[in-house]
RNA sequence: GGGCGGUUAGCUCAGUGGUAGAGCGGCUGGUUUACACCCAGUAGGUCGGGGGUUCGAAACCCUCACCGCCCACCA
């Protein structure tokens, strides 16, 4: 047995054990194993991210499931891998592009613009994965998957082609999210709504035929009256409803425009009259189509607006046009006022740019198996944690549309579709040399959702899909779950057709978000977000996750705060500190023999409350909440077994009777090794550590059994264990309230008069600190000794030696604080720009105070003196 | 507009019908032979407001307020 350094130093021993269970295959999943399978996908990070406190989160709860699985003895799959990130990739590299030599990817074209893509990627690539392996965690190298693989690729490819000859997927020209700033569709999802102050303008538009008489038009966004074709009134509205089949001139690009009855106004709305720009707005749109309204484009792909009807507008930018467009018109006396409104505007969420509703050529997906995927979830055949998050996905599914998954970005899996003049095919091969693939790629979610079978082959498929549990942060609950489990239900990669076997996973677990202490979200540029790799540097892999998971209620957001990880690596060092105290006394047994009929009460004690801790445990990974089981280990261990037992065992370690001695370390050593074994999956490298140095097993902790309760009866033990307690808390309290140090020795006598306690006395000294405890049942104090009462009886202080000694260490304290601040004030008053700057009534007060603390101090030395 | 979370000690959070808890921070005391990344003690809370159910409510019901998130075509 090697001794055990005075510190633990978990940069010395966490990377030592990661090389050691890699290198001995400990995460390779065998797919010919007869144990049943848990299995586990990765979410996968960007290739091209770096870890964040998220992903600490989140993989370390996957990696807790997975080793905890291993111990149970279920053969694990936890399969990783990375993510191509189209927009995120292809949005960084252009940045950089346009950085270090200000081109743009137009510039370099597509061949040469995916070349640099591919060097940025193996350049920043894959650093991730490293992380996640300094973190400790037991993923399946082996079987490491990305998005770009060549055969995903392909999958990807292959399900386009077969979802398009089933007719779900289709192209059309339809109203579309456009992204202006990177110049590309979106889907629904990708567009986030924020409030936006702005301006709503009131604009008259003149009546044709009632010359001189004018319609007001509330509008926030007058730069696309170039593009209305229509204004809209409700048809039941009596302000208006006559005017319907009338029409009113265009203010900016002077034209005739039909005023319309629809449905779809709110006559409560501004004035109750809408202006319709088919081609900028959803709404609008509709109308359109349902008045067959013509469509006029009048933005440019970037966002500038097109119409050189109007010169004034044309080229400006679309929000300086909205400026400028409500000058032109107070200019023609048509602007009638623009009052400050608030209203919700999509943002896309990669640029954070304003969105742009437009009319575009794309390809969509109609949801398949939309019904299948509710059933599943709301009977519970997926199971979700927190559940109310079934309510958020039913939601979605509800009134779920089709889904844009064509992207202009060249970042991406090449849409499998090629043209020659009219004719469209759709095929994984090009048809031929005159043929012209789509130049669009696909929406990056649509590779990610075939990630929970894609990633594994058929043998693989057969013992580990579907998947156990899938662990995931609930902002992706439609780019990602949702889908996983559409595709699951529609491309049935499943051992058989039934639902069971071709859902994706069985559990979902969604973690919170990791917020700031001010409750912000982590984000770069707000640069509120640590970096991870400095927490395990500062306070080990293991007390990051350690600390991390103690605050992390399930599904709940987690204001995060490096205390918690100080705590997490603090309670690494009192593992290692209680290690090193078992280790002193000589070696631990692998298999300690436990005699009920010769433990102590303080053993019993212990070994109870680690029966019902194990219970706890079982019971808290059962609802997935993980900070219960860290809070349960955390309180048995530093409280149970660290501050009460051991302190009582020093009795019977220390003492000559070696029955009970080696009865004592038998208990340790169980405690010891099943708190090793239940802490394994959150603190897998000191526990692996300490369960080599202590020699707990021949091998690995990795595959240990997890600790079964002894089921251990207290009887007579829990009584008297909770009066020895009961006493000792009482005595220490009393202590404190006379003002003794507690290092001053004091008598107690213990007014009770069960036989058994003469027995407990010595443990009852060591954790009193007392001289001597006398238990006289007919004791009688004389008035004004300290005195407590409870389930012992009567518990009384008596200082050794008597007031007199007492007194001689109160006065020793007040002296020894007087001196110090008697110092202060001098050293202040021989400050001699102290003296000649303060005020003087400042300077004054400390001359006085100086005076007064001397006398004092001279009476209490005199006192002091004469007690001696 | 609809939905979902949350509001408990200075801070971060546990606690789902039975005497308000932990850690940190504060204060007091401590070189007790595992650990100062520690030990002992202690102060601090009308559990967001109001109403109701109950012998009893932090917890259950109603309502309001505030914070956060999600969904939604009010220009």
Redesign the pocket.
């Known amino acids: 047995m090697a001794d055990l350094p005075k510190?633990y130093d978990p940069a010395a021993v966490e990377p030592k054990w990661y090389a050691r269970w890699e290198e001995s295959g400990s995460f390779r999943a065998d797919t010919h194993s007869p144990k049943p399978a848990f299995s586990i996908v990765i979410p996968p990070p960007n290739i091209t991210g770096i870890l964040t406190l998220g992903h600490v989160l989140n993989t370390t709860i996957q990696d807790i499931l997975a080793r905890r699985a291993r111990m149970q003895g279920f053969e694990v799959l936890w399969l990783p891998g990375t993510d191509h990130a189209g927009v995120g990739t292809q949005t960084a590299v252009e940045k950089h592009l346009r950085k270090t030599e200000n081109k743009t990817r137009h510039d370099l074209g597509r061949e040469e613009f995916l070349r640099r893509v591919l060097d940025w990627q193996d350049k920043h690539g894959g650093i991730i994965i490293q992380q996640l392996k300094r973190l400790g965690c037991s993923c399946d190298w082996s079987r490491q998957r990305y998005t770009f693989d060549d055969d995903y690729v392909r999958a990807v490819e292959t399900v386009f082609v077969e979802l398009y000859r089933k007719g779900l997927i289709y192209r059309g020209r339809r109203m579309i999210n456009w992204d202006p700033a990177a110049q590309t569709a979106l889907s629904?999802?990708e567009v986030?709504?924020q409030p936006q102050k702005g301006k709503l303008y009131y604009v008259r538009y003149e009546i044709v035929e009632e010359p001189g008489k004018h319609l007001e038009v509330?509008?926030?966004?007058p730069e696309t009256i170039m593009a209305d074709t229509a204004v809209a009134v409700h048809p039941e509205d009596p302000r208006y409803r006559h005017l319907i089949g009338k029409n009113v001139w265009r203010p900016l690009a002077r034209e005739k425009l039909p005023i319309i009855g629809d449905e779809?106004?709110?006559?409560?709305?501004?004035t109750?009259?809408?202006?319709v720009t088919p081609a900028h707005?959803?709404?609008d749109f509709e109308i359109g189509v349902r008045h067959s309204l013509p469509v006029i484009d009048g933005l440019h792909p970037d966002g500038r607006i097109n119409c050189p009807a109007v010169p004034e507008l044309d080229g400006l930018d679309r929000f300086v046009a909205r400026e400028k467009a409500a000058e032109l018109l107070a200019d023609l006396k048509l602007l009638t006022k623009a009052e400050p409104h608030e209203?919700?505007v999509g943002f896309s969420q990669r640029s954070e740019v304003p969105i742009e509703p437009r009319l575009s050529e794309q390809w969509f997906l109609r949801y398949p198996q939309t019904k299948e995927a509710l059933d599943v979830v709301r009977d519970h055949l997926i199971r979700f944690f927190p559940a109310?998050w079934e309510?958020?996905y039913a939601?979605?599914l509800e009134?779920i549309q089709d889904w844009c998954i064509s992207r202009q970005i060249w970042w991406g899996h090449r849409i499998p579709a090629w043209y020659r003049g009219d004719e469209t095919l759709v095929q994984l091969e090009s048809p031929g040399h005159d043929w012209q693939q789509d130049p669009d790629t696909l929406d990056t979610w649509f590779s990610s959702w075939l990630w929970a079978y894609e990633t594994m082959d058929a043998e693989t498929r057969r013992k580990f899909y579907p998947t156990s549990v899938l662990v995931t942060a609930p902002?992706i609950i439609?780019f990602w779950v949702a889908r996983m489990i559409i595709a699951g239900l529609e491309f049935k990669p499943g051992k058989t057709p039934a639902i069971e076997d071709n859902i994706p996973f069985r559990d979902v677990f969604f973690t919170g978000l990791i917020r700031d202490?001010q409750?912000r979200?982590m984000s770069k540029s707000l640069g509120n977000s640590p970096d991870p790799l400095d927490l395990i540097a500062k306070y080990g892999a293991d007390g990051l996750r350690f600390g991390l998971m103690r605050?992390a209620?399930s599904g709940?957001?987690?204001?995060f705060?490096e205390?918690?990880i100080e705590?997490g690596?603090?309670f690494a060092?009192?593992l290692w500190?209680?290690a090193?105290?078992r280790q002193?006394h000589g070696p631990s047994e692998a298999a300690p023999r436990l005699d009920e009929s010769s433990l102590s009460i303080y053993s019993i004690e212990v070994l109870a409350r680690l029966d019902a801790s194990i219970d706890e445990i079982k019971g808290a990974y059962d609802g997935y909440r993980f900070?219960?089981v860290a809070?349960v280990l955390y309180d048995f261990f530093?409280g149970d077994y660290?501050?009460w037992f051991?302190?009582a065992a020093k009795t019977d370690i220390f003492a000559e009777d070696p029955a009970r001695k080696v009865s004592t370390l038998a208990v340790m050593d169980h405690a010891l090794s099943a708190v090793l074994r239940l802490l394994h999956p959150f603190m897998p490298h000191i526990t692996e550590e300490l369960w080599s140095v202590m020699g707990f097993g021949a091998g690995t902790i990795q595959f240990e059994p997890l600790p079964e309760p002894l089921r251990i009866k207290p009887g007579v033990a829990w009584g008297r264990m909770r009066m020895v307690y009961d006493t000792v808390?009482a005595g220490?309290?009393l202590r404190?309230e006379s003002?003794l140090?507690?290092?001053m020795k004091v008598d107690f006598v213990l007014q009770n008069s069960a036989n058994w306690i003469a027995e407990e006395l010595p443990t009852m000294k060591r954790l009193l600190?007392a001289e001597a405890i006398t238990v006289d049942p007919h004791y009688q104090a004389t008035s004004g000794v300290p005195l407590a009462t409870g389930s012992f009886g009567k518990l009384f202080l008596l200082i050794a030696g008597g007031d007199a000694e007492a007194e001689r260490v109160r006065l020793d304290?007040e002296i020894a604080k007087l001196e110090s601040e008697l110092r202060t004030v001098e050293g202040k008053l021989s400050n001699t720009s102290f003296v000649d700057r303060a005020p003087a009534a400042v300077v004054q007060e400390h001359r006085q105070r100086k005076a007064d603390f001397s006398d004092q101090l001279a009476q209490l030395r005199q006192a002091r003196a004469a007690m001696d």
């Open positions: 510190t629904d999802e986030i709504a509330a509008t926030t966004r779809a106004i709110d006559p409560k709305f501004g109750g009259i809408l202006k707005d959803k709404v209203n919700s109310h309510k958020v939601q979605w009134n902002d439609f202490k409750g979200k605050i209620p709940q957001d987690i204001a705060d205390k918690q705590e690596r603090n060092t009192k500190n209680a090193r105290f002193m900070n219960e809070r530093w660290c501050d051991v302190e808390q220490r309290n404190a003002r140090p507690s290092s600190n304290k």
